[in-house]
């Protein structure tokens, strides 16, 4: 938090307001209404429970968080500067490709990730009962077989080790997965650990996150997930519906 300046705190503020504004535009159900448990004179001193205020705090919180690893991990762009307006890093995605970042965009993701935390995202679009007004106070009670669905996902969570282990085996069919959850399972940051960029290096060689080689291997990952997905799903099947098929045909 001793690299975060009130000049940051603003900007996050001002991204936060703007960004809950416009998820609010979209929805009958406001929740950035500017409200107080507490007012003197006009004023909040305590604060408000205002979405765009919350989305603030848990903002600074993980734009202080990532300007850490940023700066242990990330090496300086050649074209920043020691003024805060002109730092900037150079950044490897998930994918192995590079891009320059700023303070800026990091106070956008974590006030988009703040946001998704308190609820608020602007790539998932509102449910009808948030878009029709006044349909809160209309909502009915759920349908039994909604009730029967959420029992069936229950038990089959509760076996989700198993189903996975059924579907999944040694690994032996599915070398490119298994290299990506040994992978996995050693990281500490799964965002920073470069798991395809890793994998592409070690199965055709060549530089560190070449595109190439990055696209060859999550090609090969995609083909094996379709596959395990369609195991996943009989796994499931047969746990879940087994005893009830085996009964019926009795």
């Known amino acids: 938090m001793a690299r975060v300046t009130v000049a940051d705190w603003e900007d ?12 609010d535009s979209t929805r009958s159900r406001k ?19 205002d979405v765009s205020d919350d989305v603030t705090q848990d903002a600074v919180l993980l734009f202080a968080q990532r300007l850490r690893d ?22 490897v995605r998930k994918d192995g490709a ?60 509760q076996h989700s080790a198993e189903i996975f282990r059924t579907a999944f085996g040694d690994g032996q069919e599915f070398p490119v997965l298994r290299d990506a959850l040994t992978i996995a399972t050693q990281a500490e940051d799964l965002g920073r650990a470069g798991i395809l960029a ?29 596959e395990l997905s369609g195991r996943l799903d009989e796994a499931r099947d047969a746990l879940v519906y087994g005893g009830t098929l085996s009964a019926e045909s009795d």
């Open 12 to 23: 996050i503020r001002k991204l936060a307001r703007g960004y809950c504004r416009t998820v």
């Open 98 to 157: 590079e891009m320059t970042i700023t303070r800026v965009t990091l106070q956008r993701w974590a006030v988009r990730d703040a946001a998704a935390r308190n609820g608020y995202r602007l790539d998932v679009p509102p449910t009808e009962i948030d878009a029709t007004p006044g349909a809160q106070v209309m909502r009915g009670l759920p349908h039994v077989e909604n009730a029967a669905r959420a029992a069936v996902a229950y038990h089959a969570s």
């Open 198 to 226: 890793r994998m592409a290096q070690a199965r055709h060689g060549g530089a560190y996150g070449s595109r190439r080689a990055v696209i060859r291997t999550r090609d090969a990952a995609r083909t094996e997930w379709q």
């Open 70 to 91: 940023v700066l242990s991990s990330c090496a300086r762009a050649p074209e920043s500067g020691p003024a805060r307006e002109s730092q900037a890093w150079i950044y």
């Open 31 to 49: 929740r950035m209404d500017g409200s107080a448990t507490v007012v003197k004179e006009g004023h909040a001193p305590y604060g408000t429970d």
